[in-house]
């Protein structure tokens, strides 16, 4: 089993940018499609982005469409989170998670998450 652990987020303006990784140990990461999760405070843990095993295909949530980019680096064991124009609403603990090849289910476990605000 494979596993993601989180790491770049931080205090930023709004308007700003943050990128964040998403690093696995295993030799067979290039089998898992990986997506990003957020998690605001009182609020469920929502979809962010998804990307395929190869970054082929990747998907979006409508809210950050535009603003965030996922994207691989296989060689690098490594997924990331590029987050531009970043409004408040954007504040969340971050999570990246295995999910199934068609990108639509998280099936691996939730690690500890990266923090993310976003201020005013």
């Known amino acids: 089993q494979v596993q993601l652990v989180e790491s770049g987020g931080g205090l930023v303006l709004a308007g700003g940018s943050l990128r964040l990784s998403c690093a696995a140990s295993?030799?067979?990461?290039?089998?898992?499609?990986v997506g990003w999760f957020h998690q605001a405070p009182d609020k469920e843990r929502e979809f962010v982005a998804a990307?395929?095993?190869?970054?082929?295909?990747?998907r979006y949530a409508e809210s950050v469409k535009g603003r965030f980019t996922i994207s691989r680096d296989n060689a690098k064991n490594t997924v990331y989170l590029q987050m531009n124009s970043l409004k408040p609403e954007d504040t969340a603990v971050y999570y990246c998670?295995?999910?199934?090849?068609?990108?639509?289910?998280?099936?691996?476990?939730w690690g500890q998450g990266t923090q993310v605000i976003v201020t005013v």
């Open positions: 990307i395929d095993r190869i970054g082929l295909m990747t």
């Open positions: 998670v295995v999910l199934t090849p068609d990108l639509r289910r998280p099936i691996g476990s």
């Open positions: 295993g030799r067979t990461f290039i089998t898992y499609a």
